[in-house]
């Protein structure tokens, strides 16, 4: 569908004129009805409730390890584009030792009552160790490994119950609280395997709130904005719903189309506790939306009928989200975003690329175990960076004082999560080889997320398949490039060197860069898609 014809359903299906958009203090919505009563709040409600059901969506979603089948379908209305979800997905229930697999809708539907029924009944039963494992076992439905170092830190600490319990009301779509009630005093932690712990553990319809989710949104905004007659100052924007990098080249950033761009998860743009806040502003506009249309209303999974529909407006959108290109066909490619905020333009990387901020692996990997044998109780990053620049053991790395911010990368969230872990584990994946990964993937086998994370493992992956292929240096480069998987023949080489060592370090490659009996047995056939890209 063209992207005029987008707008053209937009007009026929709004009121002509034009909305004031005022500039906006995020402060200033304290709580549900105040936020809803918004006049620009109230309009993209309107709007989103009189474009919804007839919306034209091309559905265009790659086939991949949830999505066996390719997508290729023109959907007219939220409602249809529901009839065309898949998350092929699979967990094991603890209680019953049942395997539960899910994939399209309904069975998703089915399989996520159980989920939220395990979560509920061992959070409220103050059982760390079985939430923890009802909480992984939604973590691996999601296909999202990075939240269990924090869950196992709360395990440990014997109270990942009272965590989940304490924010439970904050979460609430029926109550009157604060948005800002949710802050960084609460809210330790957030990503996309958080928010998904969260919104199962509710029973009011709070969303799962992840990058395809808020790419959805913000799309929808954008196009609502612009349909409207707003100003291009992003300040004026009271709803700048956030999103996140895709794994592959699918785009959910608005402004990578043109239009205003998505503040962007894992930045200084959006906190924890905001990311938070967005989950909770979300369902309020979700229900709104229901509260004055009949969407969704042949839903029904165990839950309240509004909570149901909300779930259903959720995962309608998480398709939607997929690629934002859906919305825009006939769009031209040269058509660019909003320029980065001068702060934000070196914090943006883009999805298909997997060139990561350089770093010496084996080296980081070192000298963070050193500093966690020497500093057992206090382990955060702060700290980290406070003994890198204070203690006399550390100044056999100067190079590590002067680029603290790049060397770290591995240690992050998105990467091996190394803060988060006790210190066993830390001496087990600095000893590295197969345990130390096992450890440090969470999981024996690789496992293809939905975003851009755990890059380095990609970079181990994609160096050994073009070392296996037999090119030379300048041929292994000149591959990643074509793929995409580089911009430059010097950030093939930054991803080479990444990924030789780190294959190295875990025994996924050996001494000539050649992959290992082992490499094979984690990856799989799990990097075919990279195979394709490389033409091998």
């Given amino acids: 569908m063209a992207f005029a014809a987008v707008f053209r359903v937009a007009a026929a299906l709004c009121p002509a004129g034009t909305v004031t958009f005022a500039a906006y203090n995020p402060n200033?919505?304290?709580?549900?009805?105040?936020?809803?009563?918004?006049?620009?709040?109230?309009?993209?409600?309107?709007?989103?409730?009189?474009?919804?059901?007839?919306?034209?969506?091309?559905?265009?979603?790659?086939?991949?390890?949830?999505?066996?089948?390719?997508?290729?379908?023109?959907?007219?209305?939220?409602?249809?584009?529901?009839?065309?979800?898949?998350?092929?997905?699979?967990?094991?229930?603890?209680?019953?030792?049942?395997?539960?697999?899910?994939?399209?809708?309904?069975?998703?539907?089915?399989?996520?009552?159980?989920?939220?029924e395990w979560l509920r009944e061992t959070v409220l039963s103050g059982d760390d160790e079985a939430a923890c494992l009802a909480a992984k076992a939604v973590l691996t439905w999601g296909g999202v490994r990075g939240a269990i170092p924090f869950v196992d830190r709360l395990t440990r600490e014997?109270?990942?119950?009272?965590?989940?319990?304490?924010l439970a009301p904050l979460f609430a779509l029926d109550g009157d609280q604060h948005v800002t009630a949710l802050d960084a005093t609460n809210v330790e932690r957030f990503d996309a395997g958080l928010t998904?712990?969260?919104?199962?553990?509710?029973?009011?319809?709070?969303?799962?709130?992840?990058?395809?989710?808020?790419?959805?949104?913000?799309?929808?905004?954008?196009?609502?904005?612009?349909?409207?007659?707003?100003?291009?100052?992003?300040?004026?924007?009271?709803?700048?719903?956030?999103?996140?990098?895709?794994?592959?080249?699918?785009?959910?950033?608005?402004?990578?189309?043109?239009?205003?761009?998505?503040?962007?998860?894992?930045?200084?743009?959006?906190?924890?506790?905001?990311?938070?806040?967005?989950?909770?502003?979300?369902?309020?506009?979700?229900?709104?939306?229901?509260?004055?249309t009949?969407?969704?209303?042949?839903?029904?999974?165990?839950?309240?009928?509004?909570?149901?529909?909300?779930?259903?407006?959720?995962?309608?959108?998480?398709?939607?989200g997929y690629d934002l290109r859906c919305l825009q066909d006939g769009l031209p490619e040269t058509h660019r975003g909003a320029p980065l905020a001068e702060d934000e333009a070196d914090e943006i990387e883009t999805g298909q690329n997997r060139v990561p901020t350089n770093h010496p692996f084996a080296t980081v990997i070192v000298v963070y175990a050193r500093f966690r044998e020497a500093n057992p109780a206090n382990h955060t990053e702060q700290a980290f960076h406070q003994w890198i620049q204070d203690s006399p053991e550390a100044l056999n790395w100067p190079a590590f004082r002067n680029a603290f911010?790049?060397?770290?990368?591995?240690?992050?969230?998105?990467?091996?999560?190394?803060?988060?872990?006790?210190?066993?584990?830390?001496?087990?994946?600095?000893?590295?080889?197969?345990?130390?990964?096992?450890?440090?993937?969470?999981?024996?086998?690789?496992?293809?997320?939905?975003?851009?994370?755990?890059?380095?493992?990609?970079?181990?992956?994609?160096?050994?398949?073009?070392?296996?292929?037999?090119?030379?240096?300048?041929?292994?480069?000149?591959?990643?490039?074509?793929?995409?998987?580089?911009?430059?023949?010097?950030?093939?080489?930054?991803?080479?060197s990444v990924g030789r060592a780190v294959g190295r370090h875990f025994g996924l490659l050996d001494a000539k860069c050649q992959p290992t009996e082992w490499f094979k047995r984690f990856f799989g056939n799990s990097l075919d898609d990279f195979k394709h890209r490389l033409g091998l």
């Fill in 405 to 496: 911010g790049n060397y770290i990368y591995p240690l992050r969230p998105r990467e091996f999560d190394l803060f988060e872990r006790a210190l066993e584990d830390v001496r087990c994946i600095a000893a590295g080889k197969e345990t130390g990964l096992v450890l440090a993937n969470n999981s024996p086998v690789y496992v293809q997320g939905d975003d851009r994370e755990r890059v380095c493992i990609d970079c181990a992956g994609l160096t050994g398949l073009v070392y296996a292929s037999g090119a030379d240096p300048e041929g292994r480069a000149a591959r990643l490039v074509r793929g995409e998987f580089a911009g430059t023949t010097g950030s093939a080489s930054l991803l080479l």
């Fill in 294 to 320: 009949t969407l969704f209303a042949d839903e029904g999974a165990g839950l309240s009928d509004l909570a149901a529909r909300a779930h259903a407006f959720e995962a309608s959108m998480f398709m939607l």
């Fill in 28 to 116: 200033t919505f304290m709580n549900r009805h105040d936020l809803l009563k918004q006049p620009d709040v109230d309009a993209f409600i309107d709007w989103l409730s009189n474009t919804l059901p007839t919306l034209r969506v091309a559905l265009r979603v790659a086939e991949s390890p949830y999505n066996p089948a390719r997508i290729d379908h023109v959907a007219v209305g939220a409602e249809d584009v529901l009839r065309h979800y898949c998350w092929k997905a699979s967990w094991k229930d603890a209680r019953s030792g049942e395997t539960v697999r899910s994939s399209d809708w309904t069975s998703t539907r089915q399989s996520l009552a159980r989920l939220s």
């Fill in 196 to 292: 998904k712990i969260h919104a199962l553990f509710d029973t009011t319809g709070s969303p799962i709130y992840d990058s395809r989710v808020g790419a959805a949104f913000a799309m929808l905004y954008a196009l609502f904005r612009d349909r409207r007659g707003a100003p291009e100052d992003r300040a004026s924007a009271p709803l700048r719903f956030p999103s996140g990098l895709a794994r592959g080249a699918q785009i959910r950033n608005p402004g990578d189309l043109g239009m205003t761009r998505a503040p962007q998860f894992y930045t200084n743009r959006v906190s924890y506790e905001d990311w938070a806040r967005w989950q909770l502003k979300t369902g309020w506009i979700i229900r709104a939306v229901l509260e004055k």
């Fill in 158 to 166: 014997r109270r990942l119950c009272a965590y989940i319990r304490e």
